[in-house]
């Protein structure tokens, strides 16, 4: 039976009339800072849980219920005469009801232009306390973690006479440490993503006078000098066959390999890439279907570029591959006829590597050196939320991952649309969101693609509606994004409207 509940949540929706009805079967009700005043404004009779720590809120509020009367009462096991008997010693009454709903954290994360230091104050401390402990001892005690529990658990009450079915509070348990694990792994994920440089060790900036250099022909254009400064590039790199590398040649190459590195445990995947930009990008149960697939993304663009395949080439790919000029064809190993094949052509280069994984980028700015930790985060499953009233299917969610994945190599603004493994268009490198959607929408049509029941991933956030109108115009029936826009509500609205699953990652893909 409950005789006292203990009530704090920061979401105060339902909360009054809530504590109305245990008011009615006179539960004695205990609660903290602003939900207590909410209570008693509603003239409902409620401790403040100052009464009974004898201890005032401190430190801005972080210290409300980590007390040992609060505690104690909610963990003593009521068979157990030795806690009985110490909870009549220090006169501490027992508690056997904890409404508790979280600071939030994750949708604060999610606001553009958060700081750490805000971020930090959105982590709830004592709630989370009151659900694990409430949640250990669910035998004597009940602890509800969401509005939409209040309803089912008002009517339990009147309709048991006060008596809570075991096998309920134990469902009550499991929902509030499936809610206090969801936070805390919510926190981990932010906490992995904003670590400081600070707190970081800084690599050594390669010594242009002590490396392995290579002089080349020259650097973007005739009249640029240029060198490649080598780290272990030796060790992931072989030229096979073909004339020297150039500088563009490297920068495609390196774009090249960065984006098939995410597929290296994939099936077969191939990904065209010219002047930096995928145009097309496929994974297949063959080579040469793969291919074929991530060309007809557009076939006039990948003219000049560079083709990379996460397998070993075979012949027959070799030589649908063969049937495009390309400057530079890369792959893991090549087999024997194929590599005797292709090399006929004597200015192409084919160029042999090794998956390495590197963590860290640099950049020569004017004044300076930037650097960064490498964009190496892959979002899962697990960590999409899904906003929208429609919810994406189990291949909507293939789609968008795999969109998503691409769009991070594609120059900001991004927009992908992609469907079974494979993109369909895509559309980058503008200032404006808007354009980059209506460039893949183009290509789609000019290249005969249709987007119907595709995919679209955008690698930041929308800042208005209107890319997202034209994507579901376009025939996209799920979208990938990371959230955190102040037009975030309308966009999902906007979304509802339009019958499309959104799902929101957290993670912003800028490449510039």
């Known amino acids: 039976m409950i005789k006292r509940a203990l009530i704090s949540v ?37 401790k403040s849980v100052e009464e009974i720590t004898g201890f005032p809120e401190v430190l801005n509020g972080r210290v409300k219920t980590l007390h040992p009367n609060i505690f104690a009462g909610i963990l003593a096991d009521r068979d157990n005469p030795e806690h009985i008997k110490e909870l009549e010693k220090f006169n501490v009454k027992t508690i056997d009801l904890v409404v508790v709903n979280l600071y939030p954290f994750e949708e604060t994360i999610l606001k553009e232009n958060i700081t750490v230091a805000e971020a930090i ?18 035998k004597d005690v009940n602890v509800i973690v969401e509005i939409n529990q209040y309803k089912e658990f008002i009517e339990l009450l009147h309709s048991t006479n006060n008596n809570i079915p075991y096998e309920f509070s134990q469902e009550l348990a499991v929902k509030a440490f499936t809610s206090t694990s969801n936070y805390d ?26 490396s392995n250099t290579e002089t080349l022909r020259y650097g973007e254009n005739p009249h640029q000098s240029a060198i490649l400064i080598k780290e272990n590039f030796d060790e992931i790199y072989k030229v096979l066959h073909g004339k020297e590398l150039s500088y563009n040649n490297l920068l495609d190459m390196d774009a090249a390999y960065n984006l098939i590195a995410e597929f290296e445990n994939e099936k077969p995947t191939c990904a065209i890439i010219k002047h930096g930009n995928p145009c097309g990008v496929a994974v297949s149960d063959e080579l040469s279907s793969a291919y074929q697939k991530a060309f007809s993304t557009d076939t006039i663009s990948p003219f000049g570029g560079i083709i990379i395949i996460n397998k070993k080439i075979d012949f027959k790919t070799s030589s649908d591959i063969d049937k ?56 899962s499953d697990e960590e999409l939320k899904i906003v929208t009233k429609r919810k994406p299917s189990e291949n909507e969610i293939k789609d968008l991952l795999f969109a998503f994945k691409i769009a991070k190599h594609v120059k900001s603004n991004a927009i992908v649309f992609a469907k ?39 690698d930041a956030f929308f800042p208005f509606e209107d890319g997202l109108i034209e994507i579901a115009n376009a025939g996209a029936t799920s979208v990938i994004q990371p959230g955190g826009s102040v037009k975030d509500e309308e966009v999902i609205l906007a979304a509802d409207e339009n019958n499309l699953a959104m799902v929101l990652t957290g993670i912003r893909h800028f490449k510039h």
């Open 10 to 46: 920061y979401n105060k929706n339902g909360i009054v009339n809530f504590a109305k009805e245990l008011e009615k079967l006179f539960i004695e009700i205990i609660s903290t800072g602003g939900t207590y005043k909410l209570l008693k404004e509603n003239n409902i009779k409620v």
């Open 121 to 138: 104050e959105q982590i709830d401390i004592g709630g989370v306390s009151l659900i694990r402990a409430s949640a250990k001892n669910y």
């Open 185 to 210: 792994n919510e926190i981990q994920k932010y906490f992995s993503k904003t670590k400081t440089s600070e707190s970081k060790i800084l690599p050594k900036f390669p010594d242009i006078n002590n």
């Open 324 to 379: 495009l000029f390309s400057e530079i064809i890369m792959a893991p190993d090549f087999d024997e006829d194929a590599l005797e094949f292709l090399k006929k052509k004597k200015n192409r280069r084919l160029v042999k590597f090794n998956f390495s994984k590197e963590k860290t980028d640099y950049r020569k700015i004017t004044g300076g050196v930037l650097y960064q930790d490498k964009n190496n985060y892959d979002v």
């Open 420 to 458: 079974d493994n494979r993109t369909l268009a895509i559309g980058g490198g503008q200032p404006s969101r808007i354009d980059s959607t209506k460039i893949a929408i183009s290509k789609a049509k000019n290249f005969g693609q249709s987007l119907k029941g595709s995919a679209a991933a955008s």
